[in-house]
């Protein structure tokens, strides 16, 4: 079968950090298709683009004949649909990210036509706040919730938790403070797990995002207890990260959302 035409074009590359960007693609003459806040979507590249320069050989050659295709979280708004976002990490002996890597402006690759995911805040109740807890470009899918649904002002409490290794890894953080300035109802909550490697001494939250939910971090921010009465958890990032927190909340009373069984703790996998 022959590769799909490359149907989108990047716009914009930034880079945040070593091995971290933040890509934004433009549909070549199509419409994005609509999409709910901490959706994702499939990206795709031909085997024959070339790798990121400061990429290791991939584990095992891609097919010849098959575009290369992940889910990415869309980290745009869903209200404005000119363009979507990413927030990629480099994988460095990965298939797709090091050709993402390699993307300038003006580079073409794939986009699918739909949209899908249930890790959206659908399922809870208006009055519930939101805690937003992630590693890594696990920030994304909180990124869009975000850009889309924090009101200042607005009854509901939300509070991202992001954790990374370094500062200079904390994407989004210049975004993320000035929500939390101009939102009262916000607290964005950074931690550091390596702050010996700092070179000026950091001194917020250091270690993992469970000591920082165990600190009650959130709580003084809110100025009141998250408890599975009054709030949801989002989980995104690294997998040991979402399986201790799920035990965490567990002991807590906070129950794991599913379609068949109502809960509080709404958990997306990355791999
Ligand atoms: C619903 C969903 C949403 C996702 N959203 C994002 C996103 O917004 N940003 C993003 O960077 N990735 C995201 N991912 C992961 C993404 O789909 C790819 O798996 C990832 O980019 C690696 O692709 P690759 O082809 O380069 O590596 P592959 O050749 O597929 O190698 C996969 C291996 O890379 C490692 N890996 C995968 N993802 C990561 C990661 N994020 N950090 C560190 N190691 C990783 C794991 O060991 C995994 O087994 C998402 C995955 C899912 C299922």
């Known amino acids: 079968m022959p590769l799909p035409d490359l149907n989108a074009v990047v716009s914009q590359r930034i880079e945040v950090a070593p091995g971290l960007i933040i890509l934004r693609v433009v549909p070549d003459a199509w419409d994005l298709p609509e999409f709910k806040p901490g959706q994702f979507i499939v990206v795709g590249m031909p085997p024959s683009a070339p790798r990121y320069t400061f990429s290791e050989p991939e584990d095992q050659p891609p097919e010849p004949d098959k575009l290369i295709r992940r ?78 649904l924090l009101e200042p002002g607005g009854p509901r409490h939300f509070a991202v938790v992001h954790g990374a290794r370094h500062s200079w890894d904390l994407g989004y953080r210049s975004e ?16 550091v797990s390596s702050p010996e490697e700092e070179p000026v001494p950091w001194t917020q939250s250091t270690g993992w995002v469970q000591g920082v939910w165990n ?57």
């Open 71 to 148: 889910a990415y979280s869309i980290a745009s708004s869903s209200v404005d649909r000119h363009y979507m976002e990413f927030y990629v990490t480099l994988v460095s002996s990965g298939a797709l990210t090091p050709r993402l890597f390699a993307l300038k402006p003006g580079s073409r690759l794939w986009l699918g036509p739909k949209v899908a995911g249930l890790f959206t805040v659908d399922s809870v109740p208006p009055d519930q706040n939101l805690a937003l807890i992630s590693t890594g470009t696990g920030l994304a899918p909180y990124m869009s919730m975000l850009r889309t």
């Open 176 to 191: 993320l403070l000035t929500l939390q300035r101009l939102c009262k109802n916000f607290a964005y909550i950074p931690v």
């Open 215 to 271: 600190s009650n971090a959130i709580g003084h921010a809110w100025g009141m207890q998250p408890t599975p009465e009054n709030t949801h958890v989002f989980l995104c990032g690294n997998p040991a990260m979402v399986e201790e927190m799920v035990t965490l909340l567990a002991k807590q009373g906070f129950k794991e959302h599913t379609r068949k069984e109502p809960g509080q703790v709404h958990v997306e996998r990355y791999w």
